[in-house]
DNA sequence: AACCATCGTTCGACGATGTCGAACGGAACG
DNA sequence: CGTTCCGTTCGACATCGTCGAACGATGGTT
């Protein structure tokens, strides 16, 4: 039987030692009772602290058990998502004059969790709630390159709602990589013909996405005539989105 | 600023991704996402199943959080430590002829959470509850040497109940040295003339302990004229501290 | 039945990184 | 002011983590 990483089990031990007591505990006595020298139980806790498994209190100098550990069991609540969203997504629809939608994935499909209006007016219908399929729609092609399970594509019925949907497994497969490869996706007339839309991924964890914001109206207002979305859309939707990151990352 | 350690920050991201769905995660897409060789990912995953962090499932190889990060921030309830001693405190009692007690910390008192009575038919009073001063009895004696934070025995008021209470910081200190050396702790008359108790650590993590045990009653009963415990006590006592410990590091 | 692809796992070479003694500046105490 | 102890940094060194190669097992395909 192979050894286990020495590094992984020490860090194991200091949390459990933190956990173990209610109050913060000094450095020197997590040393002495881990059995190690001050300076490499030093170079464990700041570790940790650094993930957010520790936290120190900047008064005493102690250390105890950060939020970071409650947190992994948790996937990001749509709500929350919705509720760190929103002011981006308000500044994207009032900057761009497009409707914005943010999705997250639910199976083969992706749920809006938030939809801002186009500004001009116009009458819309309010979308949240809606599932929409993966497949065809600019957020979906997002949510689905950053999915953790990727393989899940394979099962994914590909429906035809337009002559421009992804509807081979070999096209949509394309499509995601390419997303993966430019950070964002873009769909023309995938579930609407006229209709077309430009998503990003929003990062929680390291390689996966918690949801996809994405403008979405007329495939003229979106996209130039070669096909690529107008200047400065792009921009403007990794901006949004890697503000609600942050924002995600915050302890509340 | 000197850098962190790469292994346990690694460690850390596969616990965020495994965190970040609800369903297991096969080893390569756990390399795919970390952007890691399979080997080295499988170390990283191997230690955390050791510590208890991550699970595998046996069946499909697949991988998850495990129990032990949720057990990270809870101390031992009362009530389990109970459920587990209380079988080996039986039969402690019952081979000894000797009361048998179980505490856990509170402050700077040793709070009785199980107690067994002598089974000698004579009256006793049940105890369970009470708040007794853990300067002046063998189980606080081993619940101060293994607390995690052992400076707080400088903070003790010491009461002196009888001439042989330990009723000095020095004293006390010299006692606590001595229990940690050989691993248990008696008192004769700490609290009562005529009384002696005998106790053991029962440990849950590395270097702390979260109760102890111990026998009490008439000293020539607990103790040879020598001051030494009856021959056999201490092995008795160890072996049910031992037992218990390790029925609180099986997951329910 | 044979072949292939992919899985989790093991082995072991190698050098990158973790370990930890020495030493630092700062804070608290007598 | 001197002392003690704290958390922290530095850097030498060799231990340990990394990871390519390869394995047996499993499931799918022909």
Same mark, same amino acid.
């Given at each position: 039987?192979?050894?286990?990483?020495?590094?992984?089990?020490?860090?194991?031990?200091?949390?459990?030692?933190?956990?173990?007591?209610?109050?913060?505990?000094?450095?020197?006595?997590?040393?002495?009772?881990?059995?190690?020298?001050?300076?490499?139980?030093?170079?464990?806790?700041?570790?940790?602290?650094?993930?957010?498994?520790?936290?120190?209190?900047?008064?005493?100098?102690?250390?105890?058990?950060?939020?970071?550990?409650?947190?992994?069991?948790?996937?990001?609540?749509?709500? *929350?998502?919705? $509720? %760190?969203?929103?002011? +981006? =997504?308000?500044?994207?629809?009032?900057? @761009?004059?497009?409707?914005?939608? #943010? !999705?997250?994935?639910?199976?083969?499909?992706?749920?809006?969790?938030?939809?801002?209006?186009?500004?001009?007016?116009?009458?819309?219908?309010?979308?949240?709630?809606?599932?929409?399929?993966?497949?065809?729609?600019?957020?979906?092609?997002?949510?689905?390159?950053?999915?953790?399970?990727?393989?899940?594509?394979?099962?994914?019925?590909?429906?035809?709602?337009?002559?421009?949907?992804?509807?081979?497994?070999?096209?949509?497969?394309?499509? *995601?990589?390419? $997303? %993966?490869?430019?950070? +964002? =996706?873009?769909?023309?007339?995938?579930? @609407?013909?006229?209709?077309?839309? #430009? !998503?990003?991924?929003?990062?929680?964890?390291?390689?996966?996405?918690?949801?996809?914001?994405?403008?979405?109206?007329?495939?003229?207002?979106?996209?130039?005539?070669?096909?690529?979305?107008?200047?400065?859309?792009?921009?403007?939707?990794?901006?949004?989105?890697?503000?609600?990151?942050?924002?995600?990352?915050?302890?509340?």
């Amino acid at each position: 039987m192979p050894g286990t990483i020495q590094s992984i089990e020490r860090a194991a031990q200091a949390l459990h030692l933190l956990g173990a007591v209610p109050e913060p505990l000094p450095l020197g006595e997590l040393a002495r009772l881990l059995d190690l020298p001050k300076t490499t139980v030093h170079g464990i806790v700041r570790t940790l602290c650094e993930v957010g498994f520790v936290v120190q209190d900047p008064a005493t100098g102690h250390y105890s058990l950060g939020s970071g550990l409650a947190d992994l069991g948790r996937a990001v609540d749509p709500h *929350l998502l919705r $509720a %760190r969203v929103s002011h +981006w =997504a308000d500044g994207l629809a009032a900057r @761009t004059g497009l409707a914005v939608e #943010v !999705a997250m994935l639910r199976g083969p499909t992706a749920e809006l969790v938030a939809h801002v209006f186009r500004p001009d007016g116009s009458p819309q219908r309010l979308r949240v709630g809606e599932l929409v399929p993966a497949h065809a729609t600019a957020l979906g092609h997002v949510l689905l390159a950053w999915a953790p399970v990727a393989s899940r594509v394979r099962e994914l019925a590909l429906t035809a709602y337009t002559p421009t949907t992804p509807s081979t497994h070999v096209a949509l497969g394309r499509a *995601l990589q390419l $997303a %993966r490869r430019q950070g +964002w =996706a873009a769909l023309d007339g995938g579930l @609407t013909l006229g209709t077309a839309g #430009v !998503a990003a991924p929003i990062h929680h964890q390291v390689g996966t996405a918690v949801g996809a914001i994405g403008v979405v109206g007329p495939s003229d207002q979106v996209l130039q005539p070669s096909g690529a979305p107008h200047p400065g859309l792009v921009e403007q939707l990794l901006a949004a989105a890697h503000a609600t990151a942050s924002t995600l990352r915050d302890r509340l």
